[in-house]
């Protein structure tokens, strides 16, 4: 069964600070992996995803993760972040059979 | 229409009636996909159509859960019966083809508000 867990409920940073998000995931086989974006008051948005490739994967917004497959994990980072990134963040993984496996998601609050 | 669109907005029932939540995904998608996000809680996959077969059925809760899709194009998912724990947001989205293609994603409606008194 695919599963994904998000560990962190809310990440606070600083204007200006990096930031990571935390996502592990257990799937069978090679897994595909997204970063979905809530903001306030709006639906959810595409920020990225993993297929195959390069491990490094970059996104909208200045946004990029790291598939890391030893540690089943697909962090999502970002050098400098901004207020307005402040919203609420989807880990997300399937094995192209169509499902789609949500995480529990994490709110990032930058302050000012 | 150039989104995903979901009606209604806001539905507000009373326990043990049945209610109808729709959607319309964005032309040409064939791929549908039906979630339930409660206060607190992530994103709980409830059913996924390709084209109006619904491979996965797996998420939905209970028995007086049902969906169809027609057409291939608009979905209507069901509750039977509702109970105050059905309060959620219910969210469609679509997708052109299967999200594990290359450069798929889904495409997220606004939601529907759900509250059961």
């Known amino acids: 069964a695919q599963s994904v867990a998000q560990p962190e409920d809310q990440v606070n940073v600083a204007e200006g600070n990096p930031l990571t998000v935390k996502c592990t995931y257990s799937v069978s086989g090679n897994p595909y992996l997204f970063w979905y974006v809530q903001y306030p008051n709006r639906g959810l948005q595409f920020l990225l995803k993993?297929?195959?490739?390069?491990?490094l994967v970059k996104g909208s917004y200045g946004f990029e993760a790291e598939f890391n497959k030893s540690q089943t994990s697909f962090h999502l980072k970002k050098p400098s972040a901004l207020v307005s990134d402040s919203a609420l963040y989807f880990c997300a993984v399937s094995r192209n059979t169509g499902k789609l496996i949500f995480g529990q998601g994490t709110t990032l609050q930058v302050k000012p | 229409g150039a989104g995903v669109s979901q009606s209604p907005s806001n539905k507000v029932t009373e326990k043990g009636k049945d209610v109808e939540l729709r959607c319309d995904p964005i032309?040409?998608?064939?791929?549908l996909y039906w979630y339930r996000q409660s206060l607190g809680q992530g994103l709980e996959f409830l059913i996924y159509f390709q084209g109006n077969s619904a491979p996965d059925k797996s998420g939905l809760p209970s028995d007086r859960f049902s969906a169809e899709r027609t057409g291939g194009s608009v979905s209507t998912l069901t509750i039977q019966r509702t109970q105050q724990e059905d309060s959620a947001v219910y969210l469609c989205?679509?997708?052109?083809?299967?999200?594990?293609?290359?450069?798929?994603?889904?495409?997220f409606g606004s939601g529907t508000q759900l509250s059961v008194l």
């Open positions: 989205a679509s997708s052109l083809r299967n999200p594990g293609a290359t450069n798929e994603k889904l495409f």
């Open positions: 993993y297929i195959t490739g390069d491990n």
């Open positions: 032309s040409g998608h064939t791929a």
